[in-house]
């Protein structure tokens, strides 16, 4: 379910609004205060919700001055599911440039008689391009390349001694730490019982150490072992220090 369109926002997550910017062509996330964010880690949170497009949204002809750009927004009202008419996938079929979405449809122009909700092209390529971001995690945990922990203190141990995990996928992990959400996601560098290094996607390096790791239980037959040894350890004892 897409999010209320406040004041152009493209998304909410973390407790907040997100925006395209408006002053640059580039594909960025922005907070309130202009701040840019990392929109792999923004799809991970667990309050993300796109702004999706929908009935009646629309752009106008301003916006599309090139036939690149022009393009580009198409192909995104398509990620939606929207079919262009074979007007709007011929460019210069029409003077109007303008789009808008009618039902199922992407129709050239500002169709009449319908609610528009007016886009910026910045706008539409950063909730393209989260979208293809949301259908790439979608594809890969049908593919069972992302392991989504919910609670780690829980699952990490079975996780991995079940051998679910291991170096080359992608997680996510996801705790509380000082009371806050916190969400890794990456590729696995290194993997062991008690750390996991991811490489997330901006590059950056994250080494979690697992200190809350529910330990093995141990068989049956590594519990006789053990009594065992004990047993033996004891026996060794007494007879080094009480020679027959």
Known sequence: MGIEF???????AGG?????????????LLDVNLYKINMGDVVNKID???????????????????????????????LFGLKPSAAVLNF???KSKSLTCVGVELWRGLVTGIEKRKLTYQQIMVIGELKR??????????DN??????????EWARLFENERVKVGDIVSLRYKYDSKQIIHTGKILYLSKRHIM??????????????????????PEELLRERVEKRLKGIIFLTQHHPV
Not at 6 to 12: I, L, M, S, Y
Not at 48 to 65: A, P, R, V, Y
Request: hydrophobic share 35%.
């Open 48 to 78: 993300f919700k796109l702004n999706t497009i929908k009935q009646g949204d629309c752009i106008e002809d301003s916006e599309l001055n090139t036939e690149q750009k022009y393009n580009d927004v198409v192909e995104v009202f398509k």
């Open 145 to 154: 390349k992302i392991v989504s922990i919910a609670d780690v203190s829980a």
């Open 198 to 219: 991811l490489l997330k996607e901006n590059h950056d390096v994250h080494l979690h150490r697992c200190e809350w790791i529910i330990e093995k239980p141990k068989t």
């Open 16 to 28: 907040e609004y997100l925006f395209a910017p408006k002053s640059t062509l580039s594909v960025e």
């Open 133 to 142: 971001l949301e259908l790439k995690i979608e594809e890969d945990k049908r």
């Open 6 to 12: 406040k004041e152009g926002a493209v998304c909410f």
């Open 92 to 94: 210069n079929s029409s």
